[in-house]
């Protein structure tokens, strides 16, 4: 019998038979509590730390079972870990128990939100501030707008008052231009050659209609005195083709000045208010040697005395033959200022009118 070995350090020697541990020799080691060379060392019972699972596959145990948290073959077996090494951060020390970090984890998510909420409130605060302050400076822009139009407006009103006075100095400017053609268009149609007896000259309306809604026309005494003296009252008012019978209704044999009446309705011309200047332009309008329609224009050249000792004259230039006698002088503003009464022989250019002021003051038509 072979005695027993011991080894060194004063272990026991291992047990005959027993199997070399891998990867070394049979020489026998030298340094306290190291197994002998060549021998497994019989492995002592060390209780696993608290908290771990003992490793698989150390020697002389059998390895760990799974844990019963498996799923199956597939579920990962459930890491371990050395003693006095602190656990692996890939997996939880025991099954079932949450990472460390989960509730870390969980504290920042619902830390987030409140944070994500101010932050949004906050974008909402900027942008309803940014639109407030848009808004107050279209607000500005609209009222200055409203501002400038109103003094534009005002501008121009004061620019339209002043193209307004402007249009009516204009037109009364107008009104007093010498135009003998529009004196005549507006004048003829109250213009007749009016027909006594053997005797012709020229009658006129004036101002409104009679009684009876005719007109009432002027005329010279001495075209109607014929018919007058005889007792007859009955004259004819004509023109081109028309012929209207007209009554002499009152005469002024010292003014030489007759009033005829006609049922037939005509336009009265408008007597002027003023008395006429020497130097002011005038159209005699009448019915020369018979011929109606007959315009002639001139100036009026100065005021005489009548020579019967009758009340003031207008001498005017403008032509004037038998059969205008009776007819209106007419000024620019196309108003009545006479009447023409007569020429001066052996002469050109100087004709007589009564004023109209005089004809209206004896005979109340105008």
């Keep these: 019998m072979e005695p027993p070995r011991t080894a060194v350090g004063g272990w026991p020697a291992p047990p ?29 019972a060390v209780p696993a730390p608290r908290g771990t699972w003992p490793t698989a596959g150390e020697a002389g145990q059998p390895p760990a079972p799974p844990h019963p948290s498996a799923a199956g073959p597939s579920a990962p077996a459930p890491t371990t870990w ?17 990472y460390p970090g989960d509730a870390r984890a969980g504290r920042q998510r619902s ?22 302050y848009q808004i107050h400076v279209l607000n500005d822009r609209l009222g200055d707008t409203r501002r400038d139009l109103a003094t534009a ?29 529009d004196i005549a268009e507006t004048v003829l149609r109250s213009v007749f050659r009016v027909r006594a007896g053997t005797s012709t000259g020229t009658a006129f309306a004036v101002g409104k209609p009679n009684s009876e809604g005719g007109a009432n026309l002027f005329t010279n005494y001495h075209v109607v005195e014929s018919l007058w003296t005889s007792g007859e009252r009955q004259v004819f008012l004509e023109r081109t083709d028309q012929r209207f019978p007209a009554t002499i209704v009152k005469v ?3 003014n030489d000045v007759a009033h005829l009446r006609t049922a037939a309705k005509f336009t009265g011309l408008v007597t002027a208010a003023t008395p006429v200047k020497s130097g002011q332009q005038i159209v005699v309008v009448g019915a020369p040697l018979g011929l109606t329609d007959s315009v002639t224009t001139g100036v009026v050249s100065a005021f ?12 005017f230039d403008a032509p004037i033959n038998p059969g205008n ?11 009545v200022v006479g009447i023409a009464t007569a020429k001066a022989r052996n002469a050109e250019g100087i004709g007589l009118a009564v004023p109209i002021k005089t004809a209206c003051d004896g005979f109340d038509i105008c």
């Design 16 to 44: 005959a038979g027993a199997a070399p541990i891998p990867g070394q020799s049979p020489a026998g080691g030298g340094h306290p509590g190291v197994p002998a060379a060549g021998y497994a060392a019989a492995p002592a």
């Design 304 to 315: 005489r005395k009548a020579e019967n000792g009758g009340g003031d004259m207008i001498q």
């Design 82 to 98: 050395s003693p006095g090494q602190p656990p692996a951060a890939s997996g939880p020390a025991f099954p079932g128990t949450p």
């Design 153 to 181: 407006q005002d501008r121009d009103g004061v620019r339209l008052d002043g193209v307004e006075q402007r249009t009516d100095e204009l037109e009364k400017q107008a009104g007093t231009v010498f135009n003998p053609e």
């Design 252 to 254: 002024d044999e010292e």
């Design 111 to 132: 830390g987030w939100l409140p944070r994500a909420a101010l932050l949004l409130a906050l974008l909402l605060v900027l942008v309803s501030g940014v639109q407030a």
């Design 325 to 335: 006698s009776g007819g209106p002088v007419i000024n620019s503003a196309k108003q």
